[in-house]
């Protein structure tokens, strides 16, 4: 009898052991799937928020939703004049002083000295210049003028080059008077009329399809094509000095690079996801700055390298990924742009400042706003100062802004945040801040090393 019962003991022991072994699986198998139910719902949250960002940044201002301000370029000039407070009309306007009203002057600038004055004269008849008390003829003392802004409109009008021929009696000899060189052999148009479509589609952003319909108003067939032919052939003549800008960009060790992704229609390409891009370049010496701006096909690393090849020194950029092949060609020094990082923080700040739901993110982006105000502070105040001493407050005072901040912020981070913006700003931070911090250990100007 005392052997059953032991038999049943060690059966219900061994029950029990198994229960507990599949319970302890069980556990472990919830806290895996619990763990990767928030992983899974941090992703689906960092996507949501990068998602929101982008849909906001891509329909924000196109959205089909009625906004009363759409419209407001139609009456651009009503609002204008509804909200400025200076009278131009002329006439006297009234100032309400305590408890009476009085009249005051107009105050209006004077027109600038260098526009060309033209004059138009008004005289009185005969007939009105008899004096009206005694019958005499007035005589002239004097003269009022008051000036007006005015233009003269656009107008097309044709340059007809004269060469006077001559000849000699003894006719062995005739010459014809030269004419100055064109920068265009055998084009139909001037040197200006080319300089005046390159400085409507690049300063002013009239493209050509705009300036040929503006040409069509004047009864002119001026078709793009032709004036793309101008602009492509005037471009040539600037090679030169694109080459002296290209031959200082290069002579300088700091130069910084960053490119916006822009849409060009047609393209030739047949993937409709290729990203064109301009591409910035600013460097040169201090005193001779240069800036180039480049279109290119794409925003790959090829085409990072392809313009920067020739460079050597300190590259500031953002983070992105695209400069890091000529960063291990060319073997750079990297100074990665503090605005970016900075505006990590300040875009999540300004998106939980309107719902202040999740206070515990708000208070650690400002807290990271505060960190970078203290450092950008530092900045203001070595700005004027020679570069040894500027050196010495960067290492002194800046460095261990730095070194508090990096421990702050990995402490936030494995604290574990929540909120993906507030996360994505700390991560970038931390993942670049051997970069971020480059600037201290150059004692130039930050204007030339960001």
């Given at each position: 009898m005392d052997g059953h019962n032991t038999d049943i003991t060690d059966e219900r022991d061994a029950l029990i052991a198994s229960l507990e072994a599949q319970k302890i699986q069980q556990e472990k198998k919830i806290e895996q799937l619990e763990k990767s139910v928030r992983t899974k719902s941090h992703t689906i949250e960092s996507l949501e928020e990068r998602l929101r960002a982008l849909l906001a940044k891509q329909y924000g201002k196109s959205s089909e939703r009625y906004n009363p301000d759409q419209l407001s370029f139609l009456n651009e000039?009503?609002?204008?004049?509804?909200?400025d407070t200076e009278d131009d009309s002329g006439d006297d306007n009234v100032s309400e002083v305590r408890a009476h009203k009085r009249k005051r002057h107009n105050q209006r600038n004077p027109l600038p000295d260098h526009l060309l004055r033209v004059d138009v004269h008004h005289e009185l008849?005969?007939?009105?210049?008899?004096?009206?008390?005694?019958?005499?003829?007035?005589?002239?003392?004097?003269?009022?003028?008051?000036?007006?802004?005015?233009?003269?409109?656009?107008?097309?009008?044709?340059?007809?080059?004269?060469?006077?021929?001559?000849?000699?009696?003894?006719?062995?000899?005739?010459?014809?008077?030269?004419?100055?060189?064109?920068?265009?052999?055998?084009?139909?148009?001037?040197?200006?009329?080319?300089?005046?479509?390159?400085?409507?589609?690049?300063?002013d952003g009239l493209p050509l399809y705009r300036q040929e319909k503006m040409a069509a108003r004047d009864g002119l067939d001026l078709s793009r094509t032709k004036l793309a032919r101008w602009f492509i052939g005037g471009s040539h003549v600037f090679q030169p000095i694109l080459n002296g800008l290209m031959d200082a960009f290069f002579s300088y060790d700091i130069a910084m690079s960053d490119d916006t992704r822009i849409k060009v229609l047609k393209?030739?390409?047949d993937n409709p996801n290729t990203q064109s891009a301009l591409w910035i370049r600013r460097g040169g010496p201090p005193d001779k700055p240069v800036v180039l701006v480049d279109y290119k096909a794409s925003?790959?690393?090829?085409?990072?390298?392809?313009?920067?090849?020739?460079?050597?020194?300190?590259?500031v950029c953002d983070g992105a990924s695209n400069f890091n092949l000529v960063v291990r060609k060319n073997e750079l020094t990297v100074a990665l742009c503090n605005d970016h990082a900075?505006?990590?923080?300040?875009?999540?700040?300004?998106?939980?400042?309107?719902?202040?739901?999740?206070?515990?993110?708000?208070?650690?982006?400002?807290?990271g706003l505060k960190r970078y105000n203290e450092l950008y502070a530092i900045e203001r105040k070595v700005k004027e100062l020679e570069p040894e001493e500027r050196l010495r407050i960067r290492q002194e005072e800046a460095l261990p802004l730095w070194e508090s901040f990096v421990d702050w912020a990995t402490q936030k981070y494995n604290e574990g945040v929540r909120h993906a913006g507030t996360n994505d700003a700390l991560q970038y931070l931390l993942k670049h801040a051997k970069n971020l911090q480059t600037y201290c250990h150059d004692p130039r100007p930050l204007r030339q090393t960001s």
């Open positions: 000039a009503e609002i204008i004049a509804a909200s008849d005969e007939s009105e210049r008899q004096c009206d008390h005694c019958g005499n003829t007035m005589g002239r003392i004097g003269e009022d003028v008051n000036e007006q802004l005015s233009i003269v409109p656009r107008q097309y009008f044709v340059t007809r080059h004269v060469r006077a021929r001559y000849a000699c009696g003894c006719k062995e000899c005739a010459k014809n008077a030269p004419v100055p060189t064109h920068p265009l052999p055998g084009a139909q148009v001037t040197p200006v009329m080319i300089a005046h479509t390159m400085v409507s589609k690049l300063l393209t030739g390409e925003k790959s690393a090829q085409a990072a390298y392809s313009l920067l090849d020739e460079f050597k020194g300190t590259l900075r505006r990590r923080f300040r875009g999540v700040h300004e998106k939980l400042s309107k719902n202040k739901n999740n206070r515990a993110s708000l208070a650690i982006v400002s807290q």
